[in-house]
């Protein structure tokens, strides 16, 4: 069983930058194809990036690209993603996912493996 636990939430102001981490343990971190989601309230939760476990070939919402980057080192069983020139509409819960695939999938349904979450607020 895998054991997910993000950090790195807040409050920022629109422009500003945040990176969240995602530690997990309780399984070989490196056979994990990871992704970030969110929620924000009143709506469905939506992938916002992933990285493949093989490869670390990575793959982004469109309203994240430019924005945000996903990164892993294998060595801390950790998971990132920075956010830059964060915007309001960026509010959410932000959730880490993992799952043993070489699959990078952008579903709810492809993931096995889910964080607590921590909640990111970008005020104007």
């Known amino acids: 069983q895998v054991r997910l636990v993000e950090s790195g939430g807040g409050l920022v102001q629109a422009g500003g930058s945040l990176r969240l981490s995602c530690v997990a343990s309780?399984?070989?971190?490196?056979?994990?194809?990871m992704g970030w989601f969110r929620q924000a309230p009143g709506k469905e939760r939506e992938f916002v990036a992933g990285?493949?476990?093989?490869?670390?070939?990575?793959y982004y919402a469109d309203s994240v690209k430019g924005r945000f980057t996903i990164s892993r080192d294998n060595a801390k069983n950790t998971v990132y993603l920075q956010m830059n020139s964060l915007k309001p509409e960026d509010t959410a819960v932000y959730y880490c996912?993992?799952?043993?695939?070489?699959?990078?999938?952008?579903?709810?349904?492809?993931?096995?493996?889910w964080g607590q979450g921590t909640q990111v607020t970008v005020s104007e």
């Open positions: 996912a993992a799952v043993s695939s070489i699959v990078l999938f952008t579903t709810v349904k492809g993931y096995d493996y």
């Open positions: 309780g399984g070989t971190f490196s056979s994990y194809t």
């Open positions: 990285i493949r476990r093989i490869g670390r070939d990575t």
